[in-house]
């Protein structure tokens, strides 16, 4: 958590003295189910302890100011009126798009001025723009007098993300986000926006997250590359299973059968990611509710090599650190979570072999690539509050 006494200053210099509020919402790590919740699978996200916090004030006159304590020069002054001009990428539209989404559903939005301080590493996939988006609609409905459940802040902060950004992201990032549960995991089915809170009994293990730091420079062009290609595999499946609506609505059996229809050999590989790995997170809720760790641990291993060899969205930096990490003694399994092409890897890891870990993955990985990774020991957290 930031120094909420040297945030106040910050918060004072920029707006000048009064009272204020302290909001949080955690990023997420996916522990499995990577890149199907836009083809209608499961996925089992958690959130985590780190992630955004804004500190906030009312204002009477129809402005939303908004900065950042660790990007000088990047405040955003805009008028509630005026917030369909600020539409795109730039700094500060993943807040007002909530904003404009929380208008468009009644909610009387005030003018505020917002200061946002993160301890989540912002484009590591970890959901940092999910939960910058999620801890702005928690904010704004506590100042508004209004309130709404996880999954409709959810629904509502990727619809802002959508429409307003112009990112097509699935639900998985703003769910997990709104609605973590301490101990737990989601099982969240994508295509019903239905969850399941899955209690993690780790038993001994560590959830622990290491930051490539290579900067994910492909992520976004591959990422629509990939859904266009996972559309394609349906559109030429559904020629003859007219009523099938997601790919994760197979079995691998199924598939299999039905694989002529995909004559090309690229989208092939997308599909049978697409479900095997979405047959891989209910075989996984099923050996954690058994206590199988080490049986947990073997399928994001499964998931890693799926990802790398017919998702083809890993790239040397992952591919490394899970390589290095999967090798260690006490480490039960690791692989990359997110986008892709950098970011983030999680690795189940014993507590006592924790620091050990960390210390010659960390070495390993530099001398592999040549870049210093970063690695956050973690648990499962609960959702958007109040501090």
């Known amino acids: 958590m930031p120094d909420r006494d040297q945030m106040k ?5 920029l707006y000048g003295p009064g009272e204020t509020r302290l909001f ?6 996916n522990l499995i189910g990577e890149h199907i919740d836009y083809n209608g699978g499961y996925v089992l996200p958690a959130a985590i302890e780190q992630g955004n916090y804004v500190m906030v004030r009312p204002r009477q006159d129809g402005v939303v100011n908004l900065a950042a304590d660790d990007l000088p020069g990047t405040a955003v002054s805009c008028r509630l009126s005026e917030l369909d001009s600020r539409r795109g990428r730039e700094w500060g539209s993943y807040q007002l798009g909530v904003l404009d989404e929380l208008i468009r559903a009644g909610v009387p939005v005030r003018g505020m001025d917002m200061l946002f301080s993160a301890t989540l590493p912002f484009g590591s996939g970890l959901s940092s723009s999910a939960s910058i988006e999620v801890v702005t609609a928690t904010a704004a409905l506590a100042l508004a007098g209004a309130s709404m459940n996880g999954t409709e802040i959810a629904l509502l902060t990727q619809r802002a993300e959508n429409s307003f950004v112009g990112v097509n ?7 997990a986000c709104a609605n973590g549960r301490e101990g737990c995991g989601m099982l969240l089915d994508c295509a019903a926006v239905r969850c399941e809170q899955i209690p993690l009994h780790l038993d001994g293990y560590s959830i622990v997250i290491g930051n490539t730091r290579k900067k994910r420079g492909l992520a976004d062009s591959k990422y629509n590359e990939r859904r266009a290609e996972c559309e394609a595999g349906l559109a030429a499946l559904r020629t003859k299973r007219k009523e099938l609506r997601n790919l994760c609505d197979l079995t691998e059996e199924e598939l299999e059968d039905l694989a002529p229809l995909i004559r090309d050999e690229t989208v092939y590989r997308r599909v049978l990611h697409a479900v095997s790995e ?5 075989e996984s809720v099923l050996l954690l509710k058994k206590g199988d760790i080490e049986g947990f641990g073997k399928l994001l291993n ?3 090599l799926s990802l790398r060899d017919l998702y083809e969205v890993t790239g040397p930096e992952l591919d490394a650190m899970t390589e290095s990490a999967r090798a260690y003694p006490g480490c039960a399994g690791s692989r990359m979570t997110g986008a892709g092409f950098g970011g983030c890897t999680v690795s189940l890891v014993k507590n006592e072999a924790v620091e050990g870990f960390i210390e010659t993955v ?9 870049l210093h990774g970063e690695f956050y020991p973690t648990s499962a957290a609960a959702g958007p509050r109040e501090l």
């Open 9 to 13: 200053r910050q918060f004072e210099t």
């Open 24 to 29: 949080f919402a955690p990023g997420r790590v």
């Open 169 to 175: 992201c699935g639900i998985m990032d703003q769910f």
């Open 278 to 282: 979405n047959n891989r997170v209910v």
């Open 302 to 304: 499964a998931s890693h």
């Open 362 to 370: 960390s070495a390993q990985y530099e001398a592999a690539v040549g």
